[in-house]
Every structure is written in structure tokens, then in C-alpha cells.
Nanobody, 127 residues
Framework: QVQLVESGGGLVQAGGSLRLSCAAS????????MAWFRQAPGTEREFVAA???????THYADFAKGRYTIFRESAHTMALQMNSLKPEDTAAYYC?????????????????????WGQGTQVTVSS
């Protein structure tokens, strides 16, 4: 079985930064895509960013471009650096991992491409 554990969430003022980490255990994830999604109360879960198994390919939601950076810290850990945070970034952030590589770029953006999910970490941005 695979476990994903997120960390790094918290309360930050608008304009501040946070780094989220996702640690995987149970399998080696160097070959599989990983991603971040988020969900605010009363809204649907939405894609934030994804990274390929090699780490050479990344994808970002429009709201994340220029402010967020996804990267692999190690073979078993992925991170999301979030800068210039806004109150509308407040949400629970979830780490996800794919058991097989997404077959197209479009698949990276869909939650059904990912087979394993963490419990989430809360990010709250105050104005």
C-alpha cells in the first residue's frame, strides 16, 4: 500500500510564503507523476500543479503560474513552494500520486489520473 503525508500548511498573511511537502512511503515514486490539488469549503477540488516522474515536466493551474513552484525534493518527497499568497488561496491542499504515468499532458490536470491521496494540509491566508 502507498501512504502520502502532507506537511507545511498553516496560517500566513497575504503576500507571504509557505512550502508544502508530501512524503511518500510504501513505494518508490521516482517514475510516477505527483500533483497537488486544493479544495476550499463549498467548492470542488481543483488542480494546482503536477510534476512528472522524472521531474522534468511540470504543469500549473493558471492561478498558480508565476507564484507556485512544484519540485521533487528526493525520490520519495515532493514539495510545493507558494509565494505571494492571497486570501483566495485558502484551502485544504492535497498531495496525489499516480500509479502509472499519465498518458497525455491533459491527464495531469484531472484528479482521476491519480490513485493515491494524502489527508490534506490546511493553508489559511489572512488579508
Amino acid at each position: 500500500q502507498v501512504q502520502l503525508v502532507e506537511s507545511g500548511g498553516g496560517l500566513v498573511q497575504a503576500g507571504g510564503s509557505l512550502r508544502l511537502s508530501c512524503a511518500a512511503s510504501g513505494r518508490t515514486f521516482t517514475l510516477y507523476a505527483m500533483a497537488w490539488f486544493r479544495q476550499a469549503p463549498g467548492t470542488e477540488r481543483e488542480f494546482v500543479a503536477a510534476i512528472s516522474g522524472s521531474g522534468r515536466v511540470t504543469h500549473y493551474a493558471d492561478f498558480a503560474k508565476g507564484r507556485y513552484t512544484i519540485f521533487r525534493e528526493s525520490a520519495h518527497t515532493m514539495a510545493l513552494q507558494m509565494n505571494s499568497l492571497k486570501p483566495e488561496d485558502t484551502a485544504a491542499y492535497y498531495c496525489a500520486a499516480a500509479a502509472v504515468p499519465p498518458l497525455s499532458d491533459a491527464r495531469y490536470y484531472t484528479d482521476n489520473a491519480y490513485h493515491y491521496w494524502g489527508q490534506g494540509t490546511q493553508v489559511t491566508v489572512s488579508s
